[in-house]
């Protein structure tokens, strides 16, 4: 079965750039969805095949894809960006989360 | 508005059977695949399956399969996730969520319900 592979953790400080990983045999090839999951929250959509972002979501948020890792960066990091992230492919696999901490 | 709305927590003993639901409001219910995805305590999300309300064409992975029952009403926009016989290791929380289609046979869930917590113990 196929595996993404996301770092447990990201820290960052506030207004500088996080960038979340996502690893997976020529996940390039393959088009690559964000969740962002506050504490006690559902998941939310931040981007979509790759780069394309939902309605309302910032333009902070912003993805990219090639060769095995894809990419999750978010510009200008306030504290309400801390949460858990997934990358997902396909439908019906996700990696195992990041955990992005807002120093 | 799209909305998803969940039914609420349940504590269940070991071997009882649940049934929860999904409502959908704000779109057309029948149009879009509607996923179920498993969050234990503490870890990632699980995609266990998906149903498409206007035929009941029902998927699961087959780390669920067998173990849950996913169905819907169309008549009443809701989706429903069942297990006949309760096991402690299903307590977690289950989203549902609205599949879309992207490029490349890929699909994510653009619109999550808000969770339901079950939580099965003696």
């Known amino acids: 079965s196929y595996v993404l592979t996301q770092p447990p953790s990201v820290s960052v400080a506030p207004g500088q750039t996080a960038r979340i990983t996502c690893g997976g045999n020529?996940?390039?090839?393959?088009?690559v969805h964000w969740y962002q999951q506050k504490p006690g929250q559902a998941p939310v959509l931040v981007v979509y095949?790759?780069?394309d972002r939902p309605s309302g979501i910032p333009e902070r948020f912003s993805g990219s894809n090639s060769g095995n890792t894809a990419t999750l960066t978010i510009s200008r990091v306030e504290a309400g960006d801390e949460a858990d992230y997934y990358c997902?492919?396909?439908?019906?696999?996700f990696g195992g989360g990041t955990k992005l901490t807002v120093l | 508005e799209v909305q998803l709305v969940q039914s609420g927590a349940e504590v269940k003993k070991p071997g009882e059977s649940l049934k929860i639901s999904c409502k959908g409001s704000?779109?057309?219910?029948?149009?879009?695949?509607i996923g179920w995805v498993r969050q234990m305590p503490g870890k990632g999300l699980e995609w266990m399956g998906i149903?498409?309300?206007?035929?009941?064409?029902?998927r699961y992975s087959p780390s669920f399969q067998g173990q849950v029952t996913i169905s819907a009403d169309k008549s009443i926009s809701t989706a429903y996730l069942q297990w006949s016989s309760l096991k402690a290791s299903d307590t977690a929380m289950y989203y549902c969520?609205?599949?879309?289609?992207?490029?490349?046979?890929?699909?994510?869930?653009?619109?999550w319900g808000q969770g339901t917590l079950v939580t099965v113990s003696s």
């Open positions: 969520a609205r599949r879309r289609a992207a490029p490349g046979s890929s699909y994510y869930f653009d619109y």
């Open positions: 704000g779109y057309s219910f029948t149009s879009y695949w």
């Open positions: 149903i498409y309300p206007g035929d009941s064409d029902t």
């Open positions: 020529n996940i390039g090839s393959k088009s």
């Open positions: 095949d790759d780069s």
């Open positions: 997902q492919v396909w439908e019906a696999v």
